[in-house]
């Protein structure tokens, strides 16, 4: 969660505030082989965290939606 704050110096240029939502989770197969997946911004929530100007306009940059990340990971056991 972020609270809203300003992108400048003079606190005329507000950005709001937004909530985003991660998950992740991991599950061991036997004793060398584990799985993890993690999802990021699961709710593909639209924010930006800053602003530029374009033909005397403000616009949001777009921060990056959903994101799905999935690892293996192999522990040799001897």
């Known amino acids: 969660m972020a609270s809203s704050s300003y992108d400048d110096e003079n606190n005329q240029q507000p950005l709001g505030g937004y909530a985003l939502l991660g998950l992740r989770s991991g599950w061991a197969l ?43 990971t192999w522990t040799p056991w001897f």
């Open 30 to 72: 036997n004793r060398e082989i584990k799985l993890e997946l993690k999802v990021d911004n699961l709710l593909d929530k639209s924010y930006s965290r800053a602003l530029y100007s374009h033909d005397g306009s403000q616009y949001g940059y777009r921060e990056e939606g959903r994101a799905w990340m999935f690892g293996v």
